[in-house]
């Protein structure tokens, strides 16, 4: 049984930067597309980036030129640096990995609020 953890969320000023962390246990990391979501209250979750095992990446429109997505193999961690937060970046993010359509692995959230 995988597992992903969060970590690197926490209160900043607007403008300011966060990396969040992600590290996987088990063998789900290497060869898999890794995601990071985000939730706000009262909104639905939304893909802020993904990156696949190739090191191709996608990144919300909201996030582009902001966020950027990478992935160490040889740790097993997903990393999201985020620079010039605004406070609409302020949610519980995410890290996902998506191995099959029965086997869907999510982390527990990390809370990232962007003060004005």
């Known amino acids: 049984q995988a597992q992903l953890v969060e970590s690197g969320g926490g209160l900043v000023q607007a403008g300011g930067s966060l990396r969040l962390s992600c590290a996987a246990s088990?063998?789900?990391?290497?060869?898999?597309?890794m995601g990071w979501y985000r939730q706000a209250p009262g909104k639905q979750r939304e893909l802020v980036a993904r990156?696949?095992?190739?090191?191709?990446?996608y990144y919300a429109d909201s996030v582009k030129g902001r966020f950027t997505i990478s992935r160490d193999n040889t740790r097993n961690t997903l990393y999201l640096q985020m620079n010039s937060l605004k406070p609409e970046d302020s949610a519980v993010y995410y890290c996902?990995?998506?191995?099959?359509?029965?086997?869907?692995?999510w982390g527990q959230g990390t809370q990232v609020t962007v003060s004005s």
């Open positions: 088990g063998s789900i990391f290497s060869w898999n597309t």
């Open positions: 996902r990995c998506p191995v099959s359509p029965l086997t869907d692995y």
């Open positions: 990156i696949t095992s190739g090191g191709s990446t």
